[in-house]
């Protein structure tokens, strides 16, 4: 709410979805790319020279890549980097703080940015949905596709034969669930509740499961506290509130005390 106030709301979008693409781990160079490669920036340029300009800030773009890529992908690579050598500006960028370890191939972040490139194909109609209709939004995502990445996991890997969903269907509604639902609530609590509160929750991450088993240990509650995606938010926003700040083992927690008086 407040970037779409500083800035506009399809910047907004455009900043959070790169947020949400980085997962944990890249969450802060995928934010930095987002601003640094802004929408009104990008919405003027061709589609190639947009995916080169993401590629290209990111750092991922070298003279000597396509020789270092499979054959059947030198031909895309050297066109990506022809494009990037036209643009690239002066002087070099810093490198931004990627993290490659620990990373399933599906989400490398050459991937992601691949899938952020993707989006601005379609940024009008996906803005449009983002302020009007979720459900469909999420449908919209789900297609997202090129033709290179539908069968790459980084700009150098091999090609596979089997395709692969640029966006999970987790991934999206995740990004529904963190975003815009609560952009919603912000504008419309009243009207908007009802349909947030209905939304199932997404498979307990690490975090959730902690927050469920610091804050209601072997409570036959838990269970039922971790079906719905309002529920594993209120659980996550008293870890972050009360348990990340408390060094005393639960001793000396404000929490319970507060609840007395609620």
């Not at 000597?64 to 022809?82: I, K, N, V």
């Not at 890997?157 to 952009?183: C, E, M, V, W, Y």
């Not at 908007?192 to 804050?215: C, D, E, F, M, Q």
Request: glycine share 2%; with cysteine; net charge positive.
């Amino acid at each position: 709410h407040r970037t779409a106030e500083a800035h506009s709301f399809g910047q907004a979008l455009w900043q959070h979805l790169a947020l949400a693409l980085g997962y944990y781990q890249n969450r802060s160079p995928m934010n930095l790319l987002a601003q640094i490669t802004p929408l009104n920036q990008l919405r003027n340029l061709p589609p190639a020279h947009r995916t080169a300009t993401l590629f290209g800030h990111a750092g991922f773009l070298k003279p000597d890549l396509p020789e270092t890529a499979p054959a059947d992908s030198r031909q895309w690579l050297t066109q990506l980097w022809s494009d990037w050598w036209k643009l690239r500006p002066h002087p070099r960028l810093r490198p931004l703080p990627w993290t490659f370890a620990s990373l399933r191939p599906a989400n490398h972040p050459h991937r992601r940015v691949a899938a952020l490139a993707a989006a601005l194909d379609h940024w009008p109609t996906l803005e449009k949905l983002a302020q009007t209709n979720l459900p469909a939004l999420q449908r919209h995502l789900l297609t997202l596709t090129d033709p290179f990445w539908n069968h790459h996991f980084s700009l150098t890997s091999k090609t596979t034969p089997k395709p692969h969903a640029l966006l999970g269907r987790q991934r999206i509604t995740d990004f529904l669930l963190n975003t815009l639902h609560p952009l919603k609530l912000t504008h419309n609590p009243d009207r908007h509740w009802p349909i947030y509160a209905k939304n199932p929750g997404p498979t307990p991450s690490n975090r959730v499961l902690r927050a469920a088993h610091r804050l209601l240990g072997n409570h036959p509650l838990q269970p039922t506290l971790l079906k719905k995606a309002a529920h594993q938010q209120a659980l996550l926003q008293i870890y972050q509130d009360f348990c990340l700040h408390d060094t005393s083992d639960c001793k000396n927690c404000p929490f319970p005390e507060q609840l007395q008086h609620w």
